[in-house]
């Protein structure tokens, strides 16, 4: 998706104390920056924030920071999350290609990655943020068990992911290519879910989790 940038919506992110400018100064002190010692999880790609916030209404004891390269969708998040006096919520604005830059190891806990674009063209698949040189990012700051959530529409994109997660050394814990006819509790409808499902597009969904040498993939 591509939105031409609004002058106004940076303005408006500028004035917001949730939104996180200078990231680099938090690295490894993104509790001290919350001011709890709660788990801290992450949306990489974060729409117009109804997950997140949904997530964040209902689990009061966990942080989330949300990530996306578009000021014209973080103002939305911020809006949601302040209407509902949300403290823990935190926005980034940032390109996620840079998220290595970010936190330190085992500052974080889960990731969701909901609905990111399926770059079907084989010399795009790089660009997936399923792909392994994504998850070698995460995995140098993941806890060691942590977890990551991954949801889709597109077949393609979801064969693949799973065995970029297997290749990765990510343990699957459940799978299904039909969300909303599953047994899986706990999810929460993003934007795209709803519209997808509307259309009577199949969601499909796997959880896995961190079980790798760490070691092996630092950079």
């Known amino acids: 998706m591509r939105l031409r940038k609004k002058g106004w919506a940076k303005l408006e992110l500028e004035k917001e104390p949730k939104v996180i400018f200078s990231f680099l100064d938090h690295k490894g002190q993104w509790k001290e920056l919350f001011g709890n010692s709660d788990p801290i999880h992450l949306e990489l790609g974060c729409g117009r924030g109804r997950f997140i916030n949904q997530l964040a209404f209902t689990n009061t004891n966990i942080n989330y920071i949300a990530l996306d390269v578009y000021d014209e969708l973080l103002v939305h998040v911020l809006r949601r999350a302040n209407e509902n006096h949300l403290n823990n919520i935190r926005v980034i604005p940032i390109n996620i290609k840079n998220i290595g830059d970010l936190f330190e190891q085992d500052e974080i806990e889960k990731i969701y990655i909901n609905f990111c674009t399926p770059w079907p063209k084989k010399k795009h698949h790089k660009r997936r943020l399923t792909h392994p040189n994504f998850l070698k990012l995460y995995q140098t700051f993941l806890k060691e068990d942590a977890e990551i959530w991954f949801?889709?529409?597109?077949?393609?994109?979801?064969?693949?992911?799973?065995?970029?997660?297997?290749?990765?050394?990510?343990?699957?814990?459940?799978?299904?290519?039909?969300?909303?006819?599953?047994?899986?509790?706990?999810?929460?409808?993003?934007?795209?879910?709803?519209?997808?499902?509307?259309?009577?597009?199949?969601?499909?969904?796997?959880?896995?989790?961190?079980?790798?040498?760490?070691a092996r993939y630092h950079v």
């Open 151 to 214: 949801k889709t529409d597109d077949d393609l994109l979801f064969t693949d992911s799973l065995e970029y997660f297997k290749e990765a050394g990510f343990k699957e814990l459940y799978r299904t290519y039909d969300l909303h006819q599953s047994d899986f509790q706990g999810n929460s409808i993003t934007e795209y879910e709803e519209k997808f499902s509307s259309q009577s597009i199949k969601i499909k969904f796997v959880r896995v989790r961190n079980s790798s040498n760490r």
